[in-house]
């Protein structure tokens, strides 16, 4: 049988003050802290957990993660709240784009104080066949 992946769980990054990126995260991106442990720290908000453990950050090795909005108007007010929290926006003054290529997704990407690189996406919506509408039948004088 093929394997399929469902959603993201959690994943996890090195940090180098687990709780300094918590509070990042919480402030930053509106998450909660789950729980913390010998080294680390859990935030998360019921989608998806990210676990900031303490070490050296590596932001070369996961490129970034995006993350989907669900549509433009929230990738617009997105923006507006990270630029209110003076976060380290990619781009400053045209933000928001296309995903790149061809890509009819939009997205703008910023980065952590651990210069992890992140995403806030929204997919384009799928393409419609355009249709005839069909005309409803004439109805019949009434009678009297």
Do not use: C, Q
Not at 33 to 50: K, L, T, Y
Not at 73 to 89: N, Q, S, T
């Amino acid at each position: 049988m093929p394997l399929t992946l469902g959603t993201v769980g959690h994943f996890g990054i090195t940090v180098r003050d687990p709780k300094a990126s918590a509070r990042w995260w919480v402030r930053v991106m509106n998450l909660r802290e789950e729980f913390s442990f010998p080294g680390g720290v859990v935030v998360g908000n019921g989608a998806v957990d990210i676990v900031l453990r303490k070490g050296t950050p590596r932001p070369e090795v996961i490129g970034h993660v995006s993350f989907h909005l669900h549509t433009m108007r929230d990738l617009r007010a997105a923006l507006a709240e990270l630029r209110r929290k003076g976060v380290d926006l990619e781009d400053p003054g045209d933000e928001i784009g296309s995903e790149g290529g061809d890509s009819p997704n939009m997205g703008l990407w910023f980065h952590d104080p651990n210069g992890y690189r992140w995403e806030l996406s929204v997919l384009a919506k799928p393409k419609r066949a355009h249709r005839k509408k069909r005309r409803r039948p004439s109805r019949s004088k009434r009678r009297t």
